[in-house]
């Protein structure tokens, strides 16, 4: 049965989308770059910091980051809002006796999910900026699971894109594709996913359904 449930975070817990767009459009008016679209952030969303950049504002430059970073980051966390469901469904999973955690490709995810009051529903938060590799090398879960303890088998990794099932299958593990950012269901099943969730209203379900198996 699932004992340990790693989440992303951006368009897994949260829709962050127009946070993000809207702060990568203020970089691009301050740096002279032309404004970036929700189709590309959408896009580009899971990717490393200095890959999104490229693919939403077409350039990256060591002192876009600091920008971001300094005035532009507080702005996007206070837009950050979390799913509907996340709210009820993180605790019936707590209940279901599951240590549930988060790995990010954002660099301080912590931050943005105090913001957003999500921070407390998990046992540990991960990111780039404790010294992991971003996904979709498999630090970060690796990390998550000799933690607390348990084995690959025992653990699956929810996330919306690509790379979150490439992390997944690197480790070892499981991957449960959440169709709410840029992949539909069927496109996360032929990546790889194990199961594929229109909702994580839906991840109670899996979790019983594994534990009979």
């Not at 599951?98 to 991960?126: C, K």
């Amino acid at each position: 049965m699932i004992k340990l449930m790693i989440f992303d975070h951006d368009m897994t817990i949260v829709d962050s989308s127009h946070a993000i767009l809207a702060g990568l459009n203020l970089v691009a008016e301050a740096v002279g770059r032309p404004k970036t679209t929700h189709a590309q952030v959408m896009r580009c969303i899971a990717m490393p910091m200095r890959e999104f950049m490229i693919g939403t504002l077409g350039d990256y430059r060591p002192e876009w980051m600091d920008l971001y970073r300094d005035k532009v980051a507080p702005l996007e966390h206070s837009m950050i809002r979390p799913f509907p469901e996340t709210r009820t469904i993180l605790p019936r999973l707590r209940e279901m006796g599951l240590v549930l955690a988060v790995a990010s490709n954002r660099n301080a995810p912590r931050t943005a999910m105090e913001r957003s009051g999500t921070a407390h529903y998990f046992d540990a938060i991960v990111g780039p900026s404790d010294h992991l590799p971003y996904k979709p090398e498999p630090g970060m879960l690796l990390s998550l699971m000799d933690r607390f303890g348990v084995p690959a088998d025992r653990t699956v990794y929810v996330g919306d894109s690509d790379i979150d099932v490439r992390t997944a299958l690197a480790a070892g593990t499981r991957a449960i594709g959440a169709a709410q950012g840029n992949f539909t269901k069927d496109q996360l099943l032929d990546l790889g996913a194990w199961r594929a969730v229109g909702s994580l209203d839906e991840l109670p379900g899996i979790v019983e359904e594994d534990g009979r198996e």
